[in-house]
Nanobody, 124 residues
Framework: QVPLVDSGGGVVQTGDSLRLSCTVS????????MGWFRQAPGKEFEFVAA????????RFADFVKGRFTISRDDAKNMAYLLMTSLKPEDTAIYYC?????????????????WGQGTQVTVSS
C-alpha cells in the first residue's frame, strides 16, 4: 500500500485557486509532521509548506506566504494545500511528504515518505 497519494492538481488561470490533497495510509500519520514540496521544469526541488503534529505550527516558503494554506485532518488521514492567487511561476509538480518527526522541516531529506506528485499548471 502506497503511504501517500497526492491529488487535486490541474490547469488553472492566473489568480485562480486550487486545493491539493494528500491521502495518507501510514498509520502513524497523526504523530508526524508533514509538508509539501514542488519541482518546476529545470528547477530544484523546493520546500513549499509544512505543518506539525496536531497542527500546532506551520511554516511557509516566502514565495507562498499569504497565498497558500496548509492543513490536516487527522481523523480522515488527510492533508491539504490550499493555493490561492496562483501565478504562472507556481507551475510545478507538487509532492506531499511525511516526516519522521512531529516538528516541521524545510529539508527534503527529513521526510520519510513521498506522494507520487500532482501537476499544477497556471496559465497566464
Amino acid at each position: 500500500q502506497v503511504p501517500l497519494v497526492d491529488s487535486g492538481g490541474g490547469v488553472v488561470q492566473t489568480g485562480d485557486s486550487l486545493r491539493l490533497s494528500c491521502t495518507v495510509s501510514e498509520p502513524t500519520f497523526n504523530s508526524r509532521a508533514m509538508g509539501w514540496f514542488r519541482q518546476a521544469p529545470g528547477k530544484e526541488f523546493e520546500f513549499v509548506a509544512a505543518i506539525s503534529r496536531g497542527s500546532t505550527s506551520t511554516r511557509f516558503a516566502d514565495f507562498v506566504k499569504g497565498r497558500f494554506t496548509i492543513s490536516r485532518d487527522d481523523a480522515k488521514n488527510m492533508a491539504y494545500l490550499l493555493m490561492t492567487s496562483l501565478k504562472p511561476e507556481d507551475t510545478a509538480i507538487y509532492y506531499c511528504g511525511l516526516l519522521d518527526s512531529s516538528y516541521v522541516s524545510t529539508v527534503s531529506n527529513a521526510y520519510r515518505y513521498w506522494g507520487q506528485g500532482t501537476q499544477v499548471t497556471v496559465s497566464s
